[in-house]
């Protein structure tokens, strides 16, 4: 049986993602199940790795990105017993979701609830664990905290107001004038990056310092965000906009930076956040934090700000409105029924 999937024939723009079709489909492995794509998504992660400019991916083209999916499994490998033909599952693929069919590590994926929408259970999977790990695991915040989120109009930024509501947390939010209604209608108080100084207005606003920051632009950021936190603060770094915008940002030396002034006594707690070392290191955190993420989209305490489906074959399209920041929230592609 053939099945599709857009493949990275190169590095480069957009216009490298190009349709292929395979004969057969992938035969599961011991311990592995093959699952059928429902959704997968257009994340800003997988524009840098199409451009080759991800430190965690360093594949060689030909290769399907694709950092996460919900799917259906539809064949079990030899010795797979913790889950069953037919189940509506999760994973977190880093690469290669940009396929109708796919095989998986049975002990990776996590098994989602059947009413949940497609759309809206694949949004769980790197947004909304991302900011789910970075409230609850990187940092110490308490009810009532202040908090600065940086790009807040995007697919993390949202789920951070959005978990962070849940928390009762202060939180200011960071987007272009645009989105700044949006930002507020989600519940944190905007500031305008491009015409307002943040820096000026938090200290003016929070002149005792406020809880945590968090960056994902890096480059001139970092030092002006670690300059709002109290003394027990905590900047989280994570993304790596600045360096793939060309606005002077280096991945490697972002990272070096927080690694250093976590040895200065004087300067605030900052932490780099990378969603593939966690579950690395605190594969049961993955486990965990997902199905609690489940349980919230069930109960309608969260609902992601979804801002456009798509098709898997308009991905090319899907990647250039990320990188323009052209669309709130999250791009979903839509791979199989």
């Known amino acids: 049986m ?7 024939s190169e590095y480069g723009a957009p216009d490298v993602l190009k349709k292929v079709t395979e004969k057969e489909l992938p035969i599961p492995q011991a311990g592995e199940v093959r699952v059928k794509v429902l959704t997968t998504s257009a994340c800003f ?3 840098l790795i199409r451009r080759g400019i991800y430190p965690a991916v360093r594949n060689k083209p030909p290769f399907s990105p694709g950092y996460d999916l919900v799917g259906v499994i539809d064949a079990l490998g030899e ?24 095989c998986l590590k049975a002990e990776s994926i996590v098994v989602v609830p059947e009413e949940l929408d ?17 409230l609850h695991r990187f940092t110490k915040l308490k009810n009532g905290d202040t908090v600065l989120i940086h790009a807040a109009s995007g697919a993390v ?10 928390m009762n947390l202060k939180m200011y939010g960071t987007a272009s004038k645009g989105k700044n209604e949006l930002v507020e209608k989600m519940g944190a108080i905007p500031i ?3 015409n307002e100084d943040f820096e000026a207005i938090i200290k003016e606003k929070e002149p005792n310092g406020i809880d945590a920051v968090f960056d994902p632009i890096g480059g001139s950021y970092f030092p002006k965000s670690l300059s709002l936190l109290k003394k027990k603060g905590t900047l989280v770094a994570y993304g790596y906009q600045s360096s793939a915008d060309g606005n002077g940002g280096n991945v490697i030396l972002d990272f070096f930076k927080v690694l250093f002034w976590n040895l200065l006594p004087t300067k605030p707690n900052a932490k780099f956040y990378v969603i593939t070392s966690e579950r690395k290191k605190h594969p049961d955190w993955f486990q965990e934090d997902l199905k609690a993420l489940f349980t919230l989209l069930t109960e309608k305490q969260i609902k992601p700000l ?6 898997l074959e308009e991905a090319a399209e899907a990647h250039k409105l ?7 929230g999250k791009i979903v592609l839509k791979v199989n029924k």
């Open 322 to 328: 990320v990188e323009n920041y052209m669309v709130e």
């Open 2 to 8: 053939e099945y599709n999937r857009m493949v990275i």
């Open 192 to 194: 305008d990056y491009k």
């Open 306 to 311: 979804i801002g456009k489906i798509m098709k």
């Open 157 to 166: 930024g949202t789920a951070l107001i959005q978990l962070g509501k849940l």
């Open 45 to 47: 992660t997988d524009t």
């Open 79 to 102: 010795g797979v017993e913790n889950v069953t033909v037919g189940q509506k599952v999760a994973d977190l693929t880093v690469i290669g979701a940009y396929t109708e069919y796919i």
């Open 118 to 134: 497609n759309a809206e259970a694949v949004s769980m999977v790197l947004s909304y664990l991302t900011a789910y790990q970075m």
